[in-house]
């Protein structure tokens, strides 16, 4: 076990002040736009940008003079505040993982941001901004050892698990609704220019504007999704990924509340998959907390599996493959309610996880570890009820659920009651296992 430490109190980076102040102007620079530099003339514009500047950085400058951090035993506290002081305490124990990114305009003066996600938090806890890329990584060492009670391991100690191919990356975001609907989009924003040229610098910057609309989703998956890469160094999986801004996270596998597969029909004759993990704690919802715990951007189907199924034997300490699961389906009579789904839809029960699976056009697989589950639900709408149908939802700490739509009414009440008991005792053999292993 990690023995708790004392961090004296810190300050961030010297340079924190001029790279916020630089994102503000850059800010401003936006708001302005261009039909600001058209009013105020370039010489009278590049003064506004410079006084503001210098008053965003000497307002940063305070706040970074009033801001530090420190770690007391096992916790984390960052004080901050002027006039109104105040101190957050962050136990480590509540911490589900920790990334250390670096934004592109931080990367310019060698500095990156500690970020910490919580279970329960509806935003990143206590980010650091900015710290220098050695002294985020080692504090991110120290603070994940105190978290999960291991030794932190050497960075030459990682196996890797998955590299994306970027040239696959690519063409796997052309075959997107969001790409294709691209030249659709383009059509709306070109047509009306050229329909009606108005070809003032405003017109322009506008059009410019529309058109780069357009184009953000694909664009912005692939400058999230380049170079990703994950490996396993024993105590937490190591994420890295990013073209501008650089991502490196570090998630213990025993806080992942589960596993998602997903299979585009646009990618299945390629034989292509998505993978996802769902841990506790990271801010936001849907789309942008899948893409905080993107296991596997885009590979073969096989590959994209087995990393799901390695990242779920990590986190039940028992091996465990997804595609091997013996999955039930719902009786004929769920037809009635989904003609195209129903032969899709089923759910498989292990000693370790329940694991569903649905989609007609996007096809997908959710596995969720029996010793995270929080809640078992069981609903019945008026035409289930008269088909004498209910669904089972397996609720877990984290945003992603296992739902095993179209079940008999009474098979789905003894699965609610079976899950009720598998997820205890799986929680003592958890427990059991994170014993017998001295971690």
Do not use: C
């Not at 076990?1 to 924190?16: A, D, K």
């Amino acid at each position: 076990m990690t023995t708790p430490l004392t961090l004296p109190r810190r300050r961030l980076h010297p340079l924190t002040p001029l790279v916020r102040g630089a994102k503000l102007v850059a800010l401003a620079a936006v708001a302005v736009s261009w039909r600001g530099l058209s009013d105020l003339g370039l010489l009278h514009w590049l003064i506004a940008m410079t006084v503001i500047l210098i008053g965003a950085v000497l307002v940063s400058a305070v706040v970074w003079a009033v801001t530090g951090f420190e770690v007391v035993g096992r916790e984390l506290r960052v004080h901050e505040g002027l006039l109104s002081r105040r101190v957050r305490t962050i136990p480590l124990e509540r911490v589900q993982a920790i990334d250390v990114v670096r934004p592109a305009l931080a990367r310019v003066f060698g500095l990156a941001e500690l970020r910490l996600e919580v279970i329960g938090g509806g935003k990143t806890e206590a980010p650091l901004a900015y710290l220098t890329v050695a002294g985020a990584t080692e504090l991110r060492a120290s603070l994940l050892g105190l978290a999960t009670g291991a030794e932190p391991a050497a960075p030459e100690a990682e196996r890797p698990l998955f590299a994306v191919a970027n040239g696959r990356l690519l063409l796997a975001q052309l075959l997107t609704p969001q790409t294709l609907s691209v030249p659709i989009g383009a059509a709306f924003v070109i047509w009306p220019a050229l329909s009606h040229p108005d070809w003032t610098l405003i017109g322009a910057a506008s059009t410019i504007t529309a058109f780069l609309g357009v184009f953000q989703v694909p664009v912005r998956r692939v400058l999230d999704e380049y170079d990703f890469r994950i490996t396993d160094d024993g105590t937490a999986l190591r994420v890295r990924q990013g073209l501008l801004n650089k991502r490196s996270q570090s998630v213990p596998p025993r806080r992942v509340q589960g596993v998602k597969l997903t299979w585009p029909l646009l990618w299945r004759p390629a034989g292509w998959a998505r993978a996802h993990m769902d841990v506790a704690g990271y801010g936001g919802h849907g789309e942008e907390q899948l893409r905080a715990g993107t296991l596997v951007p885009v590979a073969a189907t096989p590959d994209a599996a087995w990393v799901a199924s390695t990242v779920l034997s990590a986190a039940v300490i028992a091996p465990v493959d997804v595609i091997a699961l013996t999955v039930t389906g719902p009786p004929r009579r769920a037809r009635w309610l989904a003609p195209f789904a129903w032969s899709r839809i089923g759910v498989a029960v292990t000693e370790d996880v329940v694991a569903v699976r649905e989609g007609v056009l996007t096809r997908e697989l959710v596995a969720v570890p029996l010793a995270r589950v929080q809640s078992v639900r069981v609903v019945q709408g008026p035409l289930q009820r008269l088909l004498s149908l209910a669904t089972v939802t397996v609720d877990t700490a984290g945003g992603l659920n296992a739902t095993a739509r179209l079940r008999d009414a009474d098979d789905a009440y003894r699965l609610a009651d079976e899950l009720a008991i598998r997820s205890r005792a799986a929680r003592r053999t958890f427990t059991a296992r994170v014993t017998a292993t001295g971690s």
